[in-house]
């Protein structure tokens, strides 16, 4: 279980994962300010996206390996940070903004969700992508796969 929790770890704090968040934050920040959607503010894009950081990757796996008895664990963190945090915060702040915009921000959100699995789904470096990929185009050139 310790091990698991270090892979986890070493994954997160990983610097190439930590800039493309870094930049997606921003990207959000700005479009919250570029956009003027109702919907649309700081503290939720730094809420979606950080919940995003930690769950997409996994659930990710989740799916991708078939790890059947994890998938409503990972169904629910995907709607989690899709949909159920963005409905408990706008609830609060503002529900008008809520109830004309939810349906528009499910399936966006969802498709950046994805996005973010995929990103943050290799474990390892750049380097270590990088000589993988090489290793790999290169196998295919001499049909050797």
Known sequence: MLERISVLMTEYVRPWKIVT?????AL???GSYFYQ????????SFIMALLAY??????MRVFLERRWKLWPLALFATWFTVDGCYAIYWHFRNPMALE???AANFPASLAL?????IVWLYRGSLSQFRSELLA??????????
């Open 113 to 117: 969700y994805g996005v973010c699995g």
């Open 37 to 44: 959607a109702p919907d649309w503010d700081i503290p939720i």
């Open 136 to 145: 790999h185009l290169s196998s295919i050139r001499t049909g050797k796969q």
């Open 54 to 59: 930690f769950t997409a990757p996994w659930s």
């Open 100 to 102: 004309q915009m939810r």
């Open 21 to 25: 968040l870094l930049i997606g934050i």
């Open 28 to 30: 959000l920040v700005a």
